[in-house]
C-alpha cells in the first residue's frame, strides 16, 4: 500500500489488493465504486435523458470494469471509446463488452486520443473524484476540442454542500491521522467553481444536479427491467457542459 497519496499509483494498487482478496466479479466491482448493474443503468439513463441516441459516439474516460459500457453494447451502431488508467480494469471490460469494434484503450498522461469534433459525448463518472483540480480541468480542455458542437460532457463529483458526501472526505481525514493510505483520494469540488471553469472554457452549463437530489430520470428503456422507473438520486453530484454551436 502507498505511505502517501499518488493518485494513479494508489488505484492500481487498490484494484491489484482486491482482485488478491476476491473472486474476480466481485474485485472489480468494488474497485469500480460497486452495484455494478445499478449504477451502470444510471449512468446510461444520464445520457439518455441528456440526449444519448442508439448512434452517438461517446468517450468514457476513467470507463473502469465497465459498469457503463455494459448497457451500452447492445446498441449496435453505437461507437464508444473507453479509457482507463488501469490495465486489469480495461482487460476484464474488454472480455465482458466483447464488442470488437468498442475502443478500450490504456490512457496515458490523461489525453484523449481523438481528434477534433470526433465525440458527441465524453462521460467521466467518478472520476474526477479521484484527480487534482489541474488534472480534470485538463481534461475538461480537451472535451472541447474533440466535442462536436452541440456535444457534451456529463461528469460526477464530490461536494460538501451534499452532507452524505462527508463520509467519504472524513475517510480521507481519517487516512491523515493515522497515517495510513489505504485507498486512493477522494476529491471535492464547489459546483460554483465548476460554473467558472465553465465559463473559462466556454461550456455552456445544462445541469448542475446533487448527489441526494432524485435527479436521474430512469426509464424502462434505460432501465431493461432492472432499476424501477422514476427519478433517483445518483449519490454523486453532476454536472452537465454543452459545447456551444450545435
Ligand atoms: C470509481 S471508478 C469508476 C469507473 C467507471 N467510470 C464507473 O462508473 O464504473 C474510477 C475509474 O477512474 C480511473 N482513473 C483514475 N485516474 C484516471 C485518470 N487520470 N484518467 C483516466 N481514468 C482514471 C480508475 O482506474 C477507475 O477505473
Given at each position: 500500500?502507498?505511505?502517501?497519496?499518488?493518485?494513479?499509483?494508489?488505484?492500481?494498487?487498490?484494484?491489484?489488493?482486491?482482485?488478491?482478496?476476491?473472486?474476480?466479479?466481485?474485485?472489480?466491482?468494488?474497485?469500480?465504486?460497486?452495484?455494478?448493474?445499478?449504477?451502470?443503468?444510471?449512468?446510461?439513463?444520464?445520457?439518455?435523458?441528456?440526449?444519448?441516441?442508439?448512434?452517438?459516439?461517446?468517450?468514457?474516460?476513467?470507463?473502469?470494469?465497465?459498469?457503463?459500457?455494459?448497457?451500452?453494447?447492445?446498441?449496435?451502431?453505437?461507437?464508444?471509446?473507453?479509457?482507463?488508467?488501469?490495465?486489469?480494469?480495461?482487460?476484464?471490460?474488454?472480455?465482458?463488452?466483447?464488442?470488437?469494434?468498442?475502443?478500450?484503450?490504456?490512457?496515458?498522461?490523461?489525453?484523449?486520443?481523438?481528434?477534433?469534433?470526433?465525440?458527441?459525448?465524453?462521460?467521466?463518472?467518478?472520476?474526477?473524484?479521484?484527480?487534482l483540480h489541474e488534472e480534470s480541468y485538463?481534461?475538461?480542455?480537451?472535451?472541447?476540442?474533440?466535442?462536436?458542437?452541440?456535444?457534451?460532457?456529463?461528469?460526477?463529483?464530490?461536494?460538501?454542500?451534499?452532507?452524505?458526501?462527508?463520509?467519504?472526505?472524513?475517510?480521507?481525514?481519517?487516512?491523515?491521522?493515522?497515517?495510513?493510505?489505504?485507498?486512493?483520494?477522494?476529491v471535492?469540488i464547489?459546483?460554483?467553481?465548476?460554473?467558472?471553469?465553465?465559463?473559462?472554457?466556454?461550456?455552456?452549463?445544462?445541469?448542475?444536479?446533487?448527489?441526494?437530489?432524485?435527479?436521474?430520470?430512469?426509464?424502462?428503456?434505460?432501465?431493461?427491467?432492472?432499476?424501477?422507473?422514476?427519478?433517483?438520486?445518483?449519490?454523486?453530484?453532476?454536472?452537465?457542459?454543452?459545447?456551444?454551436?450545435?
Open positions: 500500500m502507498s505511505t502517501q497519496l499518488d493518485y494513479v499509483q494508489s488505484y492500481a494498487e487498490m484494484v491489484r489488493a482486491y482482485l488478491a482478496a476476491y473472486p474476480e466479479d466481485e474485485a472489480v466491482a468494488r474497485a469500480v465504486g460497486g452495484a455494478f448493474e445499478h449504477f451502470g443503468i444510471l449512468e446510461h439513463s444520464l445520457l439518455r435523458q441528456f440526449g444519448l441516441k442508439d448512434d452517438s459516439r461517446v468517450v468514457d474516460v476513467g470507463c473502469g470494469a465497465g459498469r457503463l459500457t455494459a448497457q451500452l453494447t447492445r446498441y449496435p451502431g453505437l461507437r464508444y471509446l473507453g479509457l482507463d488508467v488501469v490495465p486489469e480494469l480495461l482487460d476484464y471490460n474488454r472480455r465482458k463488452a466483447a464488442r470488437p469494434d468498442f475502443r478500450l484503450e490504456l490512457c496515458q498522461d490523461n489525453r484523449i486520443p481523438l481528434g477534433e469534433n470526433g465525440a458527441d459525448f465524453v462521460t467521466f463518472f467518478s472520476v474526477f473524484t479521484h484527480l485538463f481534461y475538461l480542455e480537451q472535451c472541447r476540442r474533440v466535442l462536436a458542437p452541440g456535444g457534451r460532457v456529463i461528469f460526477s463529483f464530490f461536494e460538501f454542500a451534499v452532507d452524505q458526501q462527508w463520509s467519504v472526505f472524513e475517510g480521507n481525514v481519517d487516512w491523515v491521522r493515522k497515517r495510513s493510505y489505504l485507498g486512493h483520494i477522494n471535492f464547489h459546483a460554483d467553481d465548476l460554473r467558472l471553469w465553465a465559463r473559462r472554457l466556454g461550456f455552456e452549463v445544462v445541469a448542475m444536479e446533487r448527489g441526494d437530489a432524485p435527479a436521474v430520470v430512469v426509464t424502462s428503456a434505460s432501465a431493461g427491467g432492472k432499476v424501477a422507473p422514476g427519478q433517483h438520486a445518483l449519490g454523486q453530484s453532476f454536472c452537465v457542459l454543452e459545447k456551444p454551436g450545435g
